[in-house]
Every structure is written in structure tokens, then in C-alpha cells.
């Protein structure tokens, strides 16, 4: 199972609700650039889902198609992660469009201990570094800034809060600050270290995340000795339950790598990736023109994917939310997702519109015979 992370394809009925009345990721994108060239998506049915320019609906496409519907409150990665996985949420994330709210911020410098903080913005992770690393090495601070996503994340140098330091403050905001109305789906410690104006995030990231609020198609699969394998992003949102193998990647290019190799290396088993460099990078900076670039590379490496299934394989391509970025926006959108299901010999079918995400966890779950209480309706024929 591969999530393109931020693919949409149309904002679903409730989309007023969320500000997002025309998002269309693939076909705004589509018209924005005069036309998409994606001659393995072609193949595999994505023209059939609905009309996007320059991408053909084809007779006998080699994967079946449709699109899904999201029946879960919000529009956030992990919501969107975890009804693919079988739960209906219906916790509204909350998220900080203008920073922290200040009796949050007290309460966690009180709880935490800290005696200033700085930032307090919705900011990208690089550049504020950049723009407060000086203020916060003379203060000692830590700098905490949000995102699109439901996040509190907390940046300090090295070498003025000590690694462990930075994990225990962020511990403890996640279990004493970050509760009840502030139920962030994660607090995420981003650790950097250099000069003065020449500041670099570091690879100790860690994400201290939420656990699924029910069991999703990880453990059930797990209870029912099926090797569950998780790719990039997956062990953060799903915080590391239900899953086996746990490999990080640091492009959509090692992603797929570990994919292909994954296929060669296990049996019996759900490989589960996230490529997330179409959200991160090009979705919430509004840059089409690195979106179809990251589109055509992925799709150049389709064929490499499918080459090394059989007829004992599946394959599901589906998408978390959209992140539209032709429009104003920089944040995710609330939109169908498309639905490409792929047996190696046999002909796609139109799957129409799937009333959940968690039509791919039974369909998972019937692929491997299992019985289960989670949410969907298999699409597996």
C-alpha cells in the first residue's frame, strides 16, 4: 500500500466547511501547467477516475479505479492515516493557524519549566531556525512554531538543550500540556545544531506522537501473524503499534527503493509506505511546477514497482487528503482521494466512489483472510 501524501482528487460535499470549495489537486494542477504527462498512471487507470488534462481514460486499464471519500472529522495526515486503516475519527484535531494561544504557552512554560519561548508562529521548520537560531542560542529558549498539520513542535540547539533535555521537555508536554482541548496528534522535537547563521536541522528528530484511538488494519494483521512493514512516515502517525518492520526514508526516491526492496525481502506481509514529499515540499509551498516534477518522477518509477509483483500480490495507490497548490491555501485540503488497485493479469474494473478510507483496510483484511470489526467494505474481487 503506497500513500502519495497530499494527492486530492475534488473537494468532497463538506469541503465549505473546511474553506476548501474548489480544491482539485491532479486536475488543477492539470490545467495550471496546460497538461499532465503521466503515461503509467495512464495505464494503470487514473484518467478513468475523472477528467484531467493531458492524462487519457483508456478501454482496459491494468489497474481497477475509483475514488474515496473521507467520513472522518478533519483533514490532517494522521486523521486521514488512521481511516485508511479502519477507524472512523471523530476527534477534531485541533490546529493554530495564528500560533499558540497565550494560556497554552503558560501552561507550558509553568508545566515544562522553561522561562521563555520564542517563535509561537505557524513557520517553516528551516527557516525559522534561520531567522530566530541567534535569539534563541543568546536566551536559551526554545523555539516552538506549528504547521498545516495538528503539531507542536519544539526546536532548541544542541548544544544549549542537550538532546535528552529537549526529549523529556517534549515528553511532558505531550502527556501533561498538550490534553484536552489542545489534543495535538503530535509534539515533535527538532533539534539543530551549527553557527551563528548557519544553523541545520539535525537527523534526531523525534515525534511523540498519539496512538490510534481503536485497533486499525496494523493490529489485526499483527494478531493474526502477518509481518506488517512501515515506509517513511507511517511509524510517526500510527506512533510505531501494530507494525513489525519500521524503515526511514529521506526522499520520495529512497521511499520507493525501500518499497522495491521490501517486495524482494518479505512474504506474507503488508508494506506500508508514505511518499511525502509531494505535500511537504510542494503542496504547503504552493509550487506546482516541483508537484508534476515529483508526480513524473514517481511515475517513472511505476514500472520498477510492478515488475517485481506476481499474481500472489496487490497493490493499493491511494492518497491521505489533497493539498491543492494552485489555489491560495497552504494548507491541506478536503477532497476525494483517487483509488488504483492493481493484480498483476487482470483487467481494472471502476471501483465508483468508496464510501471511506476504510474500504482499503477490509480489503486488506479480506486479501489475507482475516476477520475483523473495522470500518469499509472490500473492493477486492
Known sequence: MIILDGIGIGELPDARKYNDEGSNTLVNLANYLDGLKLPNFERMGLGNITEINGIRNIEEPIASYGKMNEISIGKDSITGHWEIGGINVKINFPLYPNGFPKDL???????????GVLGNKVASG??????????????????????????????????????????????IAREKVLVGDDLVTRVIARPFVGEEGKYQRTTSRKDFALSPIEDTIL????????KTVAIGKINDLFNNRGIKVKITTKSNSDG??????????????????????????????????????????????????????????????????????????????????????????????????RETFG????????????NNSLIGT???N
Open 359 to 370: 474500504d482499503v483496510a477490509q480489503t486488506i483484511a479480506h486479501f489475507f483472510k482475516i
Open 126 to 171: 528551516t527557516e525559522i531556525i534561520k531567522e530566530l537560531g541567534d535569539q534563541h542560542y543568546k536566551t536559551g529558549y526554545p523555539i516552538i512554531y506549528t504547521s498545516a498539520d495538528s503539531v507542536f513542535q519544539i526546536a532548541a540547539h544542541e548544544r544549549i538543550i542537550p538532546l535528552e533535555n529537549l526529549y523529556e521537555i517534549c515528553q
Open 378 to 380: 472490500s473492493f477486492l
Open 256 to 353: 520507493v527503493k525501500n518499497i522495491i526492496n521490501c517486495c524482494q525481502q518479505f512474504s506474507n506481509s503488508l508494506i506500508f509506505a508514505n511518499l511525502v514529499d509531494f505535500d511537504v515540499y510542494y503542496g504547503h509551498r504552493n509550487d506546482p511546477i516541483g508537484f508534476e516534477k515529483a508526480l513524473k518522477e514517481f511515475d517513472e518509477q511505476l514500472p520498477m514497482i510492478l515488475n517485481k509483483l506476481d499474481e500472489s500480490d496487490a497493490l493499493v495507490i491511494t492518497s491521505d487528503h489533497g493539498n491543492d497548490p494552485t489555489t491560495i491555501s497552504t494548507d491541506h485540503s478536503r477532497e476525494y482521494v483517487p483509488l488504483l488497485f492493481y493484480r498483476k493479469g487482470k483487467v481494472g474494473r471502476n471501483l465508483n466512489i
Open 105 to 115: 504557552v503558560s501552561r507550558f512554560k509553568k508545566i515544562t519549566g522553561v522561562e
Open 219 to 226: 493490529d489485526v494483521l499483527i494478531k493474526n501473524n502477518v
